[in-house]
């Protein structure tokens, strides 16, 4: 898997393919590896890049809260498109990967040629009463107890995982795996920086790369805001996909990988640079 040192920061990416670039950027306390569906796929075409973000899968973890913010990863991104030589891109980001590809569209949007969004949100979304406070107790057992010992609290207390994991009780183990995979300060100051991240709302007009939205429809946190983003975004087209919750690249794929298949066809993001 490769490696460049990044304003300080060691990111690891896998890359696959040849052609146009397609760069993934994962959600929170997820990785590269949340796209295995889409890179074997998609690479036979493409060029894909996915990418561990800071405090992410295996890539390092600095020890500053100041090293993590939406305006920071998209810092990281843009170094890294210019290490691998690329000038345009089609720019995936899921949920804390999105805030980053709107957060790097409007920063350069010289660099993307196509932008798709994966339940995410472009400011404030819906969280569960006492969130905050749950949200400490996690910052702290992770500190003091360590990761699992945050996950199994979350997984008791937050209403949105109860209720997912007592659907679909098979995701359970999944998401578990994914905390573990991330480091204890990528879980505490990432989770920190999405309260700093000043909302793009308000210039989501600017975006004028066509854009695909995808929400599960069993998401409801981020129901409004991906009918917001497809709202403000004008050359945008929103899917919901039935049977998926938070994650409907890896929930289910075959639905998600047609849809992204018919829209990079559509936009003639085809093989040739």
């Known amino acids: 898997m490769p490696c460049e040192l990044i304003n300080g920061t060691r990111l690891h990416y896998?890359?696959?393919?040849?052609?146009?670039?397609?760069?993934?950027?994962?959600g929170y306390t997820g990785s590269s590896r949340d796209w295995e569906h889409q890179v074997q796929l998609f690479s036979k075409r493409w060029r894909i890049v996915a990418v561990d973000q800071r405090g992410h899968g295996r890539s390092s973890d600095p020890s500053e809260e100041t090293d993590?913010?939406?305006?920071?990863?998209?810092?990281?991104i843009f170094e890294l498109l210019k290490k691998l030589s690329i000038e345009k891109c089609c720019l995936i980001g899921h949920s804390m990967g999105g805030f980053v590809a709107l957060q790097f569209t409007l920063d350069h949007p010289e660099l993307v040629a196509a932008l798709?969004?994966?339940?995410?949100?472009?400011?404030?979304?819906?969280?569960p009463p006492g969130y905050a406070e749950l949200r400490a107790r996690l910052d702290e057992l992770a500190a003091n107890?360590?990761?699992e010992a945050a996950f199994?609290?979350?997984?008791?207390?937050?209403?949105?995982?109860?209720?997912r994991f007592?659907?679909?009780p098979e995701q359970r183990e999944?998401?578990?795996?994914?905390?573990?995979?991330?480091?204890?300060?990528g879980y505490i100051y990432v989770a920190r920086s999405f309260g700093n991240w000043k909302p793009v709302t308000d210039h989501l007009w600017k975006i004028k790369a066509p854009t695909l939205i995808f929400w599960g429809e069993e998401d409801t946190p981020f129901q409004g805001a991906s009918l917001l983003l497809n709202k403000s975004i004008e050359r945008s087209k929103l899917i919901a996909v039935p049977g998926a919750g938070h994650s409907p690249h890896e929930e289910t794929p075959d639905l998600f990988n047609r849809e992204l298949l018919k829209f990079l066809e559509e936009i003639q993001w085809g093989q040739e640079e």
């Open 14 to 26: 896998d890359e696959a393919g040849h052609g146009k670039a397609i760069i993934f950027l994962h």
């Open 145 to 147: 107890e360590g990761l």
């Open 174 to 185: 999944v998401a578990k795996r994914k905390v573990l995979n991330t480091s204890v300060n």
């Open 68 to 76: 993590y913010s939406i305006p920071v990863f998209s810092a990281d």
């Open 116 to 127: 798709v969004l994966v339940d995410t949100s472009s400011g404030p979304y819906d969280t």
């Open 166 to 168: 007592r659907l679909h």
């Open 152 to 163: 199994e609290y979350d997984a008791a207390h937050n209403p949105i995982r109860k209720e």
